[in-house]
């Protein structure tokens, strides 16, 4: 798909007419609003303007981002939204608030579409195929997504606002300079898993056997899984291995589990999203600790979580979208990794479970579900 870049000051007029200089920038609807604008800024109501009262309006309309999306007559970009989980389970709406915030308004200045898979594979390639033919501007997506989304499309631009391990996963070929047309939010941080278990273990100290479940048919939970396994052999912890493939595995996993596990390590993408409150139901049922990547673990019933701030991450997804809609490339654009993380506890469940949560980890939590 053709574009051209967005100029953020109005083309220079010396030399040429106009009307040039409006059509060569592609902004019709530009020309017309300054134009009136310049009326008002002449004499009074007066048709008759004057070329600098119509620059000072041009370049007025220069911050409107419909004004410098407007490639064709009536036109406005699309934003293709597709969630691989279901809809409560991604801050949709703070990504929509940060785009509004920087001019983009939802049904007036870029419709969004928004699809839920609801961990689907199916669903997933269905709703990309539907972007692709609809001729979308932007698709934004994460997890397992993106490499659907980059099979079926080389130019509509992709943000994936989290993903496990990008360059493991072949979507960019590097951080710094993602190439193509895939760039987004990196879930990977330094020694973010060690950091987990040290949680984990601060909070259920007697913890000496550890479980770890992770959608092995999703390379990156299955990645963080055998860090998870190293790391916590590497503290003495003995370890056991539970893989799912689909929602069917999860019962016979915890029966298979049975007393050989102090806690519970769960490795998140869309499976695990899509069955979060079944996995958390199970692992009360066998008095297991668990802790999960993101807040939705806890806010399901699990005791805590710790990883990247979810709505940040969305905040600078939508800040990218805004980028590309202006006309950056989005191969150009570097990926980013998290700096905003959330520790969150759910004293409930604790109670529930018979442990009490040192006064030291609850003052460093940022939420404390009740």
Known sequence: MKRRAHSKSPL??????????????GCLQAYTRARASAVRLGRGDSP?????????????????????????????????FLGTVA??????????QRLRELGWIDGKTVPIEYRWAEGRRERISEYVAEFVRAKVDVIVTGGDAVSAAKQATSTIPIVFALAVDPIGSGFVASLARPGGNVTGLSL??????????????????????????????????????????AAARALG???????????????????????????????DDALVASNTPRINTFALASRLPTIFDTRRGP??????????????????AADMVDKILRGAKPGDIPVEEPIKFELVINLTTAKALGITVPPNLLVLADEAIE
């Open 48 to 80: 008759s303007i004057g070329r600098r009262a119509f620059i000072v309006a041009l370049g007025a309309t220069a911050a409107w981002p419909v004004v410098a999306w407007a490639q064709q007559p009536g036109r406005l970009p699309t934003i293709g």
């Open 12 to 25: 220079p007029l010396r030399g040429r007419s106009i009307r040039e200089a409006v059509g060569e920038s």
């Open 299 to 316: 806010q399901a019933g699990a005791l805590m979580s710790y990883g990247p701030s979810l709505p940040a991450l969305f905040q600078r």
């Open 87 to 96: 809809k409560s389970a991604w801050p949709a709406e703070t990504f929509a």
């Open 237 to 267: 912890l003995e370890t056991v291995s539970l893989e799912i493939r689909r929602a069917e595995d999860i019962a016979p996993a915890f029966d298979g589990l049975k007393d050989r596990a102090d806690a519970l390590y769960v490795a």
């Open 188 to 229: 990977e941080s330094p020694d973010l898993v060690g950091k987990r278990l040290e949680l984990l273990r601060g909070l259920v100290p007697g913890c000496h056997r550890l479980a770890v479940m992770a959608n092995v048919d999703y390379p990156a939970a299955k990645k963080e899984s055998t860090e998870v396994l």
